[in-house]
T-cell receptor
Framework: GAGVSQSPSNKVTEKGKDVELRCDPI?????LYWYRQSLGQGLEFLIY????????KSGLPSDRFSAERTGGSVSTLTIQRTQQEDSAVYLC????????????FGPGTRLTVL | TQLLEQSPQFLSIQEGENLTVYCNSS?????LQWYRQEPGEGPVLLVT?????EVKKLKRLTFQFGDARKDSSLHITAAQPGDTGLYLC?????????????FGKGTHLIIQP
């Protein structure tokens, strides 16, 4: 499909384990965003990639969170030593240069930390 | 830091009624977007408004950008159960964090049949 895809769609893990979440943005979109959404809440910005520039990590809640974007396309969000408060839906969005940063979102990954 | 406040946070009305939700800020935005999110899915862009005073219509939905580009409203006429969802506004301000994009916390809308 032509939309943003994320995997896995659901992830259940045990407290203390590491998890990796993947995002495939729309081809040609230069900007990629990660957000976190707790149940019924709005979006919490985590990290932003634009082209080859250094990412804006200002939203990462702790040093247990990291993200990379390889080749300006696919991105991986890694959470180390997961905690129960990390349970949420993690959303990825991409946008193209020249837009008003209009976001195209993936379906999200629902993370549950037991 | 630009903040966007949405009101009301929750709204439950009967099918066929009209409603308005608001998105307000003390900051000026170059443009403002509205998204709708249904359970289990990511938000979907509904509209972008860019000019102060601009009004855009999308079927039964009317979006307005304030003259000073600090606020916006979404009006739904004759609401349908399919309008149920979380409505998010997002403002774009050049030079802001995350390349200028700020999201509000959303309005949860439930349309009862």
């Amino acid at each position: 499909g032509a939309g943003v895809s994320q995997s896995p769609s659901n992830k259940v893990t045990e407290k203390g384990k590491d998890v990796e979440l993947r995002c495939d943005p729309i081809s040609g979109h230069t900007a990629l965003y990660w957000y976190r959404q707790s149940l019924g809440q709005g979006l919490e910005f985590l990290i932003y990639f634009q082209g080859n520039s250094a990412p804006d990590k200002s939203g990462l809640p702790s040093d247990r969170f990291s993200a990379e974007r390889t080749g300006g396309s696919v991105s991986t969000l890694t959470i180390q030593r997961t905690q129960q408060e990390d349970s949420a839906v993690y959303l990825c969005a991409s946008s193209f240069a020249g837009s008003y940063n209009e976001q195209f979102f993936g379906p999200g990954t629902r993370l549950t930390v037991l | 830091t630009q903040l966007l406040e949405q009101s009301p946070q929750f709204l439950s009305i009967q099918e066929g009624e009209n409603l308005t939700v608001y998105c307000n800020s003390s900051s000026v935005f170059s443009s403002l977007q509205w998204y709708r999110q249904e359970p289990g899915e990511g938000p979907v862009l509904l509209v972008t408004v860019v000019t102060g005073g601009e009004v855009k219509k999308l079927k039964r939905l009317t979006f307005q950008f304030g003259d000073a580009r600090k606020d916006s409203s979404l009006h739904i006429t004759a609401a349908q159960p399919g309008d149920t969802g979380l409505y998010l506004c997002a403002g774009f301000a050049a030079g802001g964090g995350a390349d200028g994009l700020t999201f509000g916390k959303g309005t949860h809308l439930i349309i009862q049949p």
